[in-house]
């Protein structure tokens, strides 16, 4: 499997100073922290109670490294992952036996497939806005068009005020072999205003030390991040075509909202 010394030797082998995506060449760390940082079993408990008990299809949009989708997958019968990210796949493959596709969450429609359609684990906070259209509103429409008639859409997101411009955080995450050490600092960005909601930018600084090896690499990266104004996203959510879209409390991440596609 994948994994952090990958990630270590990767950094160690590359030029000075080393561009590396959160999303993708990171992705086993990604993995690292928020498997410790997280509880998806939550997760998919939560999905289990927001969604009828008839709910057999499932399909998990932004599945990273497939969390959420191994937690669902104890729920339901058929439960099929979606991501753009290879390295997110790959590990996703390796974490569960349920199907993975690589699929931008904009474009990619599995026309009326499932019973159930999530993007949760804070996802849609990274669908940016390009020249003037945004991608939220984007995969709104693909998980309207994937779900059945009857079908139910999950989502969670950050409510406006939540990206704190100047914030600073650490925290440290650990196994027996290895310690990751990770600061993160949140700025607004200068075309920042949506009219969904605010954009910001998440700043990562890594410090991953393998306690057996003796070795230590640092690591830096950064990637958008958005807030949503509730009132915006619940009008996108019935802009797309769903009924009843109401505002839930999920376990782990912000506020949520789940909605039906009409019957
Ligand atoms: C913050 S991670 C969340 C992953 C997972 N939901 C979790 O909770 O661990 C965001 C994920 O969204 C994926 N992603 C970003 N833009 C996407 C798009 N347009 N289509 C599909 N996946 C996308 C990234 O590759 C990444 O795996």
Same mark, same amino acid.
């Given at each position: 499997?994948? /994994?952090?010394?990958?990630?270590?030797?990767?950094?160690?082998?590359?030029? &000075?100073?080393?561009?590396?995506?959160?999303? #993708?060449? @990171?992705?086993?760390?990604?993995?690292?922290?928020?498997?410790?940082?997280?509880?998806?079993?939550?997760?998919?408990?939560?999905?289990?109670?927001?969604?009828?008990? #008839?709910?057999?299809?499932?399909?998990?949009?932004?599945?990273?490294?497939?969390?959420?989708?191994?937690?669902?997958?104890?729920?339901?019968? %058929?439960?099929?992952?979606?991501? @753009?990210?290879?390295?997110?796949?790959?590990?996703?493959?390796?974490?569960?036996?349920?199907?993975?596709?690589?699929?931008?969450?904009?474009?990619?429609?599995?026309?009326? %497939?499932? #019973?159930?359609?999530? +993007?949760?684990?804070?996802?849609?906070?990274?669908?940016?806005?390009?020249? =003037?259209?945004?991608?939220?509103?984007?995969?709104?429409?693909?998980?309207?068009?994937?779900?059945?008639?009857? =079908?139910?859409?999950?989502?969670?997101?950050?409510?406006?005020?939540?990206?704190?411009?100047?914030?600073?955080?650490?925290?440290?995450?650990?196994?027996?072999?290895?310690?990751?050490?990770?600061?993160? +600092?949140?700025?607004?960005?200068? #075309? =920042?205003? %949506?009219? @969904?909601?605010?954009? *910001?930018?998440?700043?990562?600084?890594?410090?991953?030390?393998?306690?057996?090896?003796?070795?230590?690499?640092?690591?830096? &990266?950064?990637?958008?991040?958005?807030?949503?104004?509730? /009132? *915006?996203?619940?009008?996108? %959510?019935? *802009?797309?075509?769903?009924?009843?879209?109401?505002?839930?409390?999920?376990?782990?991440?912000?506020?949520?909202?789940?909605?039906?596609?009409?019957?």
């Amino acid at each position: 499997m994948r /994994g952090l010394r990958d990630v270590m030797d990767w950094v160690g082998r590359a030029d &000075t100073p080393v561009y590396a995506t959160p999303y #993708d060449e @990171l992705a086993p760390l990604y993995a690292f922290e928020r498997e410790r940082m997280r509880n998806y079993q939550a997760v998919a408990e939560f999905v289990a109670r927001e969604t009828p008990d #008839d709910a057999r299809t499932v399909g998990v949009g932004a599945c990273g490294p497939g969390f959420v989708l191994e937690g669902v997958s104890e729920h339901f019968d %058929t439960v099929v992952g979606f991501d @753009l990210s290879p390295t997110m796949l790959e590990l996703a493959a390796e974490r569960t036996a349920a199907p993975v596709v690589a699929a931008d969450l904009r474009t990619t429609v599995a026309p009326e %497939t499932f #019973d159930v359609f999530t +993007i949760l684990g804070g996802s849609i906070a990274h669908l940016p806005v390009i020249d =003037g259209a945004d991608s939220v509103r984007a995969a709104l429409e693909s998980a309207y068009e994937s779900l059945r008639p009857g =079908g139910v859409f999950l989502c969670d997101f950050m409510r406006q005020g939540a990206l704190e411009s100047g914030r600073v955080t650490s925290d440290t995450f650990a196994s027996e072999r290895f310690t990751v050490e990770r600061t993160v +600092i949140t700025t607004g960005e200068p #075309d =920042g205003q %949506t009219d @969904l909601g605010g954009v *910001g930018r998440y700043t990562f600084a890594y410090e991953i030390t393998d306690d057996v090896a003796g070795d230590t690499v640092r690591v830096g &990266t950064s990637t958008p991040v958005r807030e949503f104004s509730v /009132g *915006g996203l619940l009008g996108a %959510t019935l *802009g797309a075509g769903f009924a009843d879209a109401r505002l839930v409390a999920p376990p782990t991440h912000g506020v949520g909202i789940v909605a039906r596609k009409p019957a």
